[in-house]
Structures are given as C-alpha cells and as structure tokens.
C-alpha cells in the first residue's frame, strides 16, 4: 500500500538530513504505529505518505515514494485526497466551516461529488464515529476527543483507502483517547483501511499496532511486529520494560497478556504505605470554598484544598473538568468568584513583576508563549534581565538541565521536549515556591519525560518548594507524584496518595497496577526492587 | 445583547443631540450655558437652549439608525460568514472563503493576545507600553503563521481547489424567518422614501422597522448566547 524506497529527506535551510536512505513496505489494512524519540521525523514521514513533503513545505526528496501505486513526487496532495486522509496534530488549526455536518462534508465538496451521494456519505461517517447527537452543533463548541473525532469523519469521509494520524491522543484524556483508538481499530478491520498513527504514548497504543514503524534516534528505520520492536526499541512502555527487567521470554503487549506470560506467577505482596500526607511542610497554597471561572460560567465549584511544601501534586481530570482554571486562578490569572486563594498567605491577583516570579513559577500550556528571543542566548539573557539575576545565570542552568542544548539555536527549532526545559530553565532561575505545569508532557518522549521527573523531584527536595501539574499522562503521575487531586466537572471528587486514586479508578490506572492488581504497585522500579529484597 | 447595544446607540446620541447642535427654534424646554467657540467652526454650537422640535428631530435620526443596526443584526444571526459565502456565485467561491477565514482569524488572534499577555505577566514583566509590543508581537505572529500553514496544509490534503467545479452539502432554505427580515426592509425602504419630509413620521417609520426586526432576531438570540458563550471558551 505504501512503499518507500531509498527515501531520504532534507528541509530547506537545514544542513542535516532527516531521512537517510530508508527502505520499508507497509501493507493493506494494517493498523500501523510510527514511533520515534521527538525530533526525529514522525511527522516527517506522515507527511512524506500523501505528499504534503515536499509539495507544501519545501525540501529535497530523494528516492521514490509511491502510494497505491501512485508516486507521491508527481501529483501534489490535492489529489491524493480520494485515496489518502489526514488529521494533523492539531486538529483545530484544520478545520475550515464552523458546524460539524459541514466540515465532514468539505473534502466532497471540493472534488463535486453530487449532492445526494455526499448526504449518504455523511451519514454513514457520522454513525460510524458516533457524532450523529453532534452534528448541527458548532465546532468550537466541542470537546477536544469530539474535535479529534469530527477530524477524523473528515478524513474518512472520501472513503480513502489510507489514514494518517500524528498523534491523536496527545491532548486527550485516557477516557477520550480510548474512544477515538477503539473507532480507529473498527476502521481497521470493519473497512479495510491502513491506519498509520504516531504517536508518544506507546502504553495507550502498542496493544493495537499490527506493525511497528521504529525511528530510531541514530536515524535508521526498523519495520517490523510490535513484539520484535519491543524486544530492543530505546523506547518501551512499562509494561515492556517490566518484562525486560524480569527477562520474560515472550513480549506482552497488553495487559491481559503481562497476566498470562508471567505476572500471575509472581507474589509481591503490598506495597508498603508512603509516608503519611500533609502536616510536613508549611502550606504553600490555600484554597478555601474558591469558586472559579468567567464572568459567563462558572468553573469550579465550592473547592477547598491544601499544598504544603515539598509535595508534588497531580491534577487530574477528564479534558474540561476545570484543570486549567484552576490553575490559572492560583496563579492570579483568573477570577475568583467567592472564597479565596492565596500563595504563600498572599492573594496571587495582586502580586506583580519580581514579587510574583520569586512566589509562582507558571509553565503554560503551549510553552512557546514565554519565548520571544531569537536564539536560546538571546532567550536566557532577556531572562536575566526580567529577573534581575548576573548575567548568564539563566543559560547556566538552561545548559546543567540540557547539556546538549547549542545557544545559538532558535527556541523554534528546538524539539518540544527541549523547549520545555527550557522554559523549565527561564522559570526555575527565580526558585519560585510555587511550580506551576499545565500538561507539560503533550508531545514529550519517554526520555525528555525522564529528565522533567529528576528535575522536578531535585526541585522540590531541595528547596521548601511545592509542585502542582495537572496532566493526562498516568504513567507520568505514578513515577512522579505524592498525591493526587482529582477534579469531574468543576467539583474535587477525590484527594488523597497516588496509590490510593490511580488505582482506584479504572481508566486512570497505570499499566503496572492493571497487572499486579488487586495489589497496588504503580511502577516497574517499585516492582523490581521489591522483587529483589 | 443586540437590545443593549441598541439602547447605547440611542443614549449617545441623545446626550450628544442635548450638548451639541444645530439650533432649531421651537418651544424651549431649558438652556444649557452656551460655550463660546473659535469663529471658523461657527456651524457648530455647544450648550444653549434645548428644544422640543430639536429632540424630536435627533430621535428620528436615531431611530433610523437603530432601524439598519437591528436589521443587519437580524440578518447576520440568519447566516454565520460561512453560510453566506455559500451563496456566492461560484467564481467567488475561493474568494469568499479566504475572506471568510481571514475574519474568523480574530477571534482566535484575540485568545493568542491574551494567553501571551498571560504568559508574560508570568514572566514577571507587566503587559502594557509601547516597548513591549515586540515581545508579543512575535511570538503572536508565530503562533498565527503556523495556524495559517496547518490550515492550508489541511485544506489542500482534503482536495480543496482540485476541480473548478464544487457542489454544495446542503443548500440553504428559505424560512420565515428569511421572510420577516426581507418583509422588515422593505417596511422601512418604503417608509423612508414616502414619508422622509417630517421628522414625527421619521420617528415613526424607523421606529416601526426596527420593532420589525426585533422579532426575528429575537428568534436568534439564542443563537446569540451560545455563540458568545463559545467565545468565552476561546478567551479561557
């Protein structure tokens, strides 16, 4: 189905390539997963399949590409369309019309497929992705899995025989995510179509894949089944590395699998209790009966909660249960209709400049919005200057948390994992008693991860610092967090010890307490160094 | 929402009408001390005496104005910019639609605005003065390019500009409500032309469209709510 031969790559303006003579075959009505360390050219190939590289971004193609028996290098993507599908890693940028109905129905009209066909075509995509209730409403007006789902109607509307996605759970919660993987394996074995995704989250995926695209970080493509990937691939969901660590002979891929092969035989017993919550460290924030939100609506209802220094604290939540209000609001970034927050016995709202850096460090959503220099010097520099620090204290540490890190490059060019630490660097120059992180592991692979875990934990052991993160990566919160604070629709349902909340609800549940459950074991290195005493 | 931005419109120019003015004589109601201002403005006057005709006048001005607000508001409610591109001429079509994503770009720029500001009240520097406008400028025009790419990117993989020829999804109905706002015009285009001379029947007539049209459009304010309500979802 899809067939690159001798394929290398290089942008324009650049002096590396991206691909390196790559070879690989991907066959019909395979659920394929391209995985890969960020920066090394998931998206690349994604948009190297319907031809969007090179034709609409520039660059130099070596070798051939041919889809369907059609070479990409001599029809621009336009007409690929019948054949291929796309949804972009943001899905939202994408969208052209405003209400659902009319964006599935785009695609055909600009190839002038007659109206009562296109009126049946909809349909069968709307019942297929379950977003038949959904269909007059605009798209704004959905929620971030619905929109993943309408970009996906979308694409399947021309009923192409290919579908590409770059990563489609990234911004979803585990419940979303679920959904839109489960409609994407009907459309495999319903319809027949190959579904190439990429994507970071192997836990949330690698139980799908039939086939395994493995870019690895020297640049060199390996193809082939998801067990024969796991085997040796520098990137491995936990599960994996579990059954690395224990040297089981056969790779599980699931859950249910990690049970048969070899979990059931092993007896760990419980865990033993972490230490006991609260009470330790001076509050650093205080929450009494805060209600939040927009003058139009209201966020959060009625919440009272307590971070005390040296915690690191996971938000959790479905996509719009009010995470980020939350912490926009403890950040004196939004209103607060009754009760009261305040930061280290201050009310954030009226803090400003240098008083407010040296109490809260906020790393927004999109990290790029605290980057405005030209060059990560430039960048660290500017950073000393706001911050009244020496000069060169801010790419000191920039360069301790990144050694590789080259501060002539421009913040854009930096892969996502790197900008973070960056930001990360710019924030923590101040040591702010407060860090802030609004879902800073959207598009981070498991080794930038790594780093953001040592250097958040260093953080708060350190200084008399608090963490508070809210995020949808469980795997993330069991390596990470103390405690969890769960919030469902604008109220906290739950707030207790990571082990006690991830383990308590299903979807939310780390791959590593599925298998040991009823036992509540969150991570591989729990387990192993209780296996080894 | 539409009732409130009427209700300014008239006050404005009620207050403006009492303050300054062209006299009209007629039976005085109170007089204003009257500024002295430069011999070549000498046209206009600010204070002096108010009088009944002089009001009545203004509010039939203002009438008429409210009259055009209302029935343009009425007709927007009936088709969102992407509906009404639909009914362009298909030679228009690409045109439309460029115009079309050009203006839903503000909302978005204006949700980029605000989330940079926020992100540089958090990097301890106060938004605000001219000196700082480079540092959101770039990032905003960063952020607003790799939309623009992401989106052509996207239309141009889903076939857009493929064939000349397009066809339409749904075409679009023609109700009562499309009806009202026609019939509404036409009320005030007639009234306008017949009875323009006197200023009672100026108040009459524009008054009279705009009553008219309040009744679609208070059909769509619903519509209203929930958009702004979505509005508020990008700003947050």
Partial sequence: MISFRKVSLIYPNSSSTVFDDVTFEVGEGEFVLLIGATGMGKSSALKLMNGLVPHHTGGILGGDIQVGGISTRTVRPGELAHLIGIVGQNPIHGFVTDIVEEEIAFAMESLAIDESAMRKRVEEVLDLLALTPLRRRTITSLSGGEQQRVAIAAALVMNPRILLLDEPTSALDPVAAEEVLSILQRIVHDLGVTVVIAEHRLERVIHYAERVIYIASDGSVRVGSPEEVMRSAEIAPPIVELARALGWEEMPLSVRDARRVGAKNINLGEPSPLKALHGEGEAVVEIKRASLGYPSRQVIKELTCTISSGEIVALMGRNGSGKSTLLKSIAGLAEVFSGEIKVADRDPKSLSGHELIELIGYVPQEPADLLYGESVAEECALADHDNKLKPGATLDLAQRLLPEINPATHPRDLSEGQRLILVLAIVLTTSPRLLILDEPTRGLDYQSKERLISILRERVATDSSAVLLATHDVELVAELAERVLFIADGELVSDGEVREVLTASLPFAPQVSKIFAPSKWLTVSEVIDALQK | ?236
Avoid: C
């Fill in chain 2, 1 to 236: 929402m539409a009732l409130r931005f009427i209700a300014v419109i008239v006050a404005i120019r009620m207050i403006i009408a009492v303050l300054i003015g062209v006299p009209i004589p007629g039976t005085n109601l109170f007089t204003l001390p009257t500024l002295s201002l430069p011999d070549w403005i000498a046209g206009i006057r600010i204070g002096g005496p108010v009088t009944i005709e002089r009001l009545l006048s203004t509010l039939g001005e203002v009438m008429i104005i409210v009259g055009v607000v209302a029935l343009f508001a009425a007709a927007t409610s009936l088709a969102s910019p992407h509906r009404s591109i639909r009914a362009l001429p298909l030679a228009f079509y690409q045109l439309g639609l460029i115009l079309t994503i050009a203006t839903s770009i503000f909302p978005q720029l204006v949700a980029s605005i605000k989330r940079i500001r926020l992100a540089r009240r958090m990097r301890g520097v106060e938004a605000g003065g001219l000196r700082n406008w480079r540092k959101i400028a770039m990032p905003l025009l960063e952020d607003a390019l790799e939309r623009s790419l992401d989106l052509s990117a996207a239309m141009e993989s889903r076939g857009f500009g493929q064939r000349i020829k397009r066809t339409s999804y749904r075409p679009d109905s023609w109700g009562i409500l499309e009806s009202s706002i026609l019939f509404s015009a036409a009320i005030s285009a007639a009234s306008a032309t017949v009875l323009a001379e006197s200023s009672l029947t100026m108040v009459i007539s524009g008054g009279l469209a705009g009553v008219v049209a309040l009744i679609p459009l208070s059909a769509r304010e619903k519509t209203y709510v929930e958009n702004s309500r979505e509005f508020d979802g990008v700003l947050s």
